[in-house]
């Protein structure tokens, strides 16, 4: 699918009161999702111990 035609479905199923933010939001997301799902088909992701350790650090770097 297209942009614009992610774009045009998006808006054909979105209430008619939809504000800008929550239409743009609503695209972020779909975006964010697409791109997961492509990292993941390349196998670009990391199993559950390295995200564990991951958050281990951050939490640990944000603390000091």
């Known amino acids: ?5 992610l774009i045009r479905q ?7 009161d939809v504000s800008i933010d929550a239409f743009i939001e609503r695209l ?7 791109e997961g799902l ?3 088909a390349a196998g670009d992701v ?11 650090r951050w939490s640990t770097d944000i603390q000091k």
């Open 38 to 40: 492509r990292q993941a």
């Open 28 to 34: 972020y997301l779909l975006r964010k999702i697409e």
């Open 1 to 5: 699918m297209t942009t614009k035609e």
């Open 10 to 16: 998006t808006l054909d199923g979105s209430p008619d």
């Open 46 to 56: 990391m199993d559950h111990d390295e995200f564990e350790q991951k958050t281990l």
